[in-house]
């Protein structure tokens, strides 16, 4: 879609952290997306699902918490990081969402300690703009689809869709 994306940025340890890896940066029209990258087997009871939103989404977060504040100092400081992403915006904390991206679909929407978490699978239908196929599997014949960007694809409106319940609606 037009993302700049860089991948595994290792912003430089400081004497008080050493944020490690970032999983993801992507940019574009002014839009900054860190994204932390979580995978993980199918979980096949409550139980399973509570730990990993109390185990692993938390460590997550909290991890996500840490490149974020590594990641707007690079962006001040690593020019080179600015030129790969084409980033010339001089408010990255305001340009800037953070996500937990999931790939299990159990706690897509929900935050985890103040970070929203994602799903793979969701991510990939609104970049593909294929809502349809959330539809039931008779509803799939009828021709009918609505676009999640009926104006054109754009950065703003896929955060829109992504940080709102939009791709669920009209789905039975």
């Given at each position: 879609?037009?993302?700049a994306v860089?991948v595994?940025?290792?912003?430089?340890?400081?004497?008080?952290?050493?944020a490690?890896?970032?999983?993801?940066?992507?940019h574009?029209?002014?839009?900054?997306l860190?994204?932390?990258?979580?995978?993980?087997y199918i979980?096949?009871t409550k139980?399973e699902?509570?730990?990993?939103?109390?185990?692993?989404?938390?460590?997550?977060?909290?991890?996500?918490?840490r490149?974020?504040?590594?990641?707007?100092?690079?962006?001040?400081a690593?020019?080179?990081?600015?030129?790969?992403?084409?980033?010339?915006?001089r408010?990255?904390?305001?340009?800037?969402?953070?996500?937990?991206?999931?790939?299990?679909?159990?706690l897509?929407?929900?935050?985890?300690?103040?970070?929203r978490v994602?799903?793979?699978?969701?991510?990939?239908?609104?970049?593909?703009?294929?809502?349809?196929?959330?539809?039931?599997?008779?509803?799939?014949d009828?021709?009918?689809?609505?676009?999640l960007?009926?104006e054109?694809?754009?950065?703003d409106?896929?955060?829109?869709?992504?940080e709102?319940?939009?791709?669920?609606?009209?789905?039975?």
């Open positions: 879609r037009g993302f860089e595994g940025y290792r912003p430089l340890a400081t004497e008080e952290d050493d490690g890896e970032v999983d993801l940066i992507c574009q029209e002014g839009v900054l860190l994204l932390e990258v979580k995978s993980g979980r096949s139980h699902v509570w730990l990993h939103r109390t185990s692993t989404l938390r460590k997550a977060a909290w991890q996500l918490r490149k974020q504040v590594a990641v707007l100092g690079a962006l001040i690593d020019h080179d990081l600015r030129a790969r992403l084409g980033y010339h915006g408010k990255p904390r305001a340009d800037m969402r953070a996500w937990i991206v999931d790939t299990s679909i159990e897509d929407g929900q935050s985890v300690d103040g970070f994602v799903s793979r699978e969701v991510l990939e239908v609104i970049l593909r703009d294929e809502k349809q196929l959330l539809m039931p599997i008779d509803q799939l009828d021709g009918h689809r609505d676009s960007f009926p054109g694809f754009t950065a409106r896929f955060v829109a869709v992504v709102s319940d939009e791709l669920w609606r009209g789905i039975c």
